[in-house]
């Protein structure tokens, strides 16, 4: 889960319930200090309900988000480009037949893979302007 603070009125209950989910008492502490400057911090917590330990944080001022890997759709995204497979492995730095292989089903991406396709189906303005280091540095999105 990602985890973010607004006013958390009681911070000490804030860790209780981080350690009653699975974290040491050290642990909810140093994530506790972190949402109290400011950060977003991703923890992995325990719960039987999650909507529960989401209602339970959100009471104590804190949101809590799951994060979940994208499956991407990598044909789909290249032709979204109306791009080639030599054309979308060139444009976005993957091996060609790395292309070949994910669209015809022999592989499939790995985690990072399936994370980058997605910021490249989302962004792909700011991809470009990393690959190709022109343009305005990428904005930071919440």
């Given at each position: 889960m990602?985890?973010?603070?607004?006013?958390?009125?009681r911070p000490v209950d804030v860790a209780r319930v981080l350690?009653?989910?699975?974290?040491?008492?050290?642990?909810?502490?140093?994530?506790?200090?972190?949402?109290?400057?400011?950060?977003?911090?991703?923890?992995e917590l325990q719960a039987a309900s999650e909507k529960k330990?989401?209602?339970?944080?959100t009471n104590l001022g804190v949101t809590a988000r799951r994060i979940s890997l994208p499956d991407a759709?990598?044909?789909?995204?290249?032709?979204q480009?109306?791009?080639?497979?030599?054309?979308?492995?060139?444009r976005f730095g993957?091996?060609?037949?790395?292309?070949q292989n994910w669209?015809?089903?022999?592989?499939?991406?790995?985690?990072?893979?399936q994370l980058l396709l997605k910021v490249?189906?989302?962004y792909p303005e700011d991809v470009e302007a990393v690959l190709t280091g022109e343009g305005a540095a990428p904005t930071k999105r919440r």
């Open positions: 990602l985890l973010r603070a607004g006013d958390m009125p350690e009653k989910h699975g974290l040491s008492l050290r642990k909810a502490h140093e994530i506790l200090n972190r949402l109290a400057g400011g950060e977003g911090v991703a923890v330990l989401r209602t339970e944080l759709d990598v044909k789909r995204i290249r032709e480009f109306g791009l080639s497979q030599a054309e979308f492995a060139i993957f091996e060609m037949d790395t292309v669209e015809q089903g022999r592989n499939r991406p790995d985690q990072a893979a490249i189906e989302t």
